[in-house]
């Protein structure tokens, strides 16, 4: 079974501090994606990478940035955090390349994050 | 990717079948049918998925209707556990990666 870990299942931090969101994949997948979801606005895709040190913007990428090192793990960082960034976040991976028009994306837990 | 509709919601008594429809009317030929359910709290587990031809694993069945604009989900025997928030998707993946973007989805209750 494909099995997506993120660090933490609840989170609160205060305004203007940097938080590490961090999620680990045990499937050598390729492909990771961190998504938020919020009530109203669906799952919205932050930031994605194909590859490691590869990095691609998905649709809301303003305050955040990733961080790729290694295969199994994908990092997502709120350098400042802010109050409209609590939110639910959620991590993904997909097997990658080579497998044709299907790409299942399997998701982690979620952290839900609170910025007071 | 093509448009889903799903009911808000649905009750279903506990050990009977639970089938949840989707309509994808404007599907295209390339696409897939993708269900995932989302328990409170939790993230989406992702469930099966099909291109045209029915489909069962551990977790449910598959059906497609023939012109493929629409298909159900079938828990063959809901339990309590089944209570969730289920997506349908329809997505063609070309290059390896695109995101996944949810509806409203349906709502089973599972009740005992």
């Known amino acids: 079974d494909v099995k997506v870990t993120q660090s933490s299942r609840y989170l609160v931090k205060r305004t203007g501090e940097k938080v590490f969101l961090e999620c680990v994949q045990d499937m050598d997948h390729e492909n990771m994606f961190w998504y938020r979801q919020d009530p109203g606005l669906g799952l919205r895709l932050i930031y994605f990478?194909?590859?490691?040190?590869?990095?691609e913007k998905g649709d809301i990428p303003e305050g955040y940035s990733v961080s790729r090192e290694k295969k199994e793990r994908f990092s997502l960082i709120l350098e400042s955090a802010s109050t409209n960034q609590t939110s639910m976040y959620l991590c993904?991976?997909?097997?990658?390349?080579?497998?044709?028009?299907?790409?299942?994306?399997?998701f982690g837990p979620g952290t839900r994050l609170l910025v007071l | 990717d093509a448009k889903t509709t799903q009911p808000t919601s649905m009750d279903c008594a506990e050990g009977r079948a639970a089938n949840l429809p989707c309509n994808h009317s404007?599907?295209?030929?390339?696409?897939?049918v993708y269900w995932y359910r989302q328990i409170h709290s939790q993230g989406p587990q992702y469930i099966i998925h099909?291109?045209?031809n029915n489909e069962t694993n551990e977790m449910a069945s598959l059906i497609i209707t023939e012109d493929r604009k629409s298909s159900t989900l079938i828990l063959p025997h809901a339990t309590l556990r089944d209570t969730a928030v289920y997506y349908c998707i329809v997505r063609m993946v070309s290059g390896g990666y695109q995101k996944v973007t949810f509806g409203i989805g349906t709502k089973l209750q599972v009740i005992p």
């Open positions: 099909g291109l045209k």
């Open positions: 990478s194909y590859d490691v040190k590869m990095k």
């Open positions: 993904a991976s997909s097997l990658g390349s080579g497998t044709g028009y299907q790409e299942t994306q399997y």
């Open positions: 404007t599907i295209s030929g390339n696409e897939y």
